[in-house]
């Protein structure tokens, strides 16, 4: 009897795309989906007789996907999460603010 083989990916590093789309991509359209369908029933309106909520709840995911192509182009992967976090981190705008990394004078 002869030994099956089955094939075995070991590149572990590499990340899962879908559209050309990482999986938080997804999750940010997702959430765009939801959020859309959200203000479609609170509004309670027609198009053409078509429920808003459901239009939005299509058109704005189908149109979030292209937006994010052209927004990541040429961007390294996990940009979007890093511009996320970077974004809800405190800054500062002052220039006579103390640093607290510097802990000895610079000049004498």
């Known amino acids: 009897m002869a030994l099956e083989v089955t094939q ?4 572990l590093h590499q990340r899962v795309t879908w559209l050309y789309l990482e999986i938080e991509d997804m999750f940010l359209v997702l ?8 203000v479609g029933r609170f509004l309670g309106r027609e ?15 189908i149109l979030a996907v292209p937006c994010l192509w052209l927004f990541k182009y040429g961007k390294p992967r996990g940009y979007l999460r890093d511009l996320l976090i970077w974004q809800i981190k405190p ?8 640093d607290r990394e510097l802990t000895k004078e610079y000049l004498k």
Do not use: M, Q, T
């Not at 959430?31 to 959200?38: I, K």
């Not at 429920?51 to 709840?57: A, H, K």
């Open 8 to 11: 075995v990916h070991r590149n």
């Open 31 to 38: 959430g765009l989906g939801v959020l859309a369908n959200f």
């Open 47 to 61: 198009i053409y007789g078509i429920p808003l909520s459901f239009l939005l709840l299509w058109i704005v995911p």
């Open 91 to 98: 800054h500062i705008y002052c220039g006579l603010e103390r």
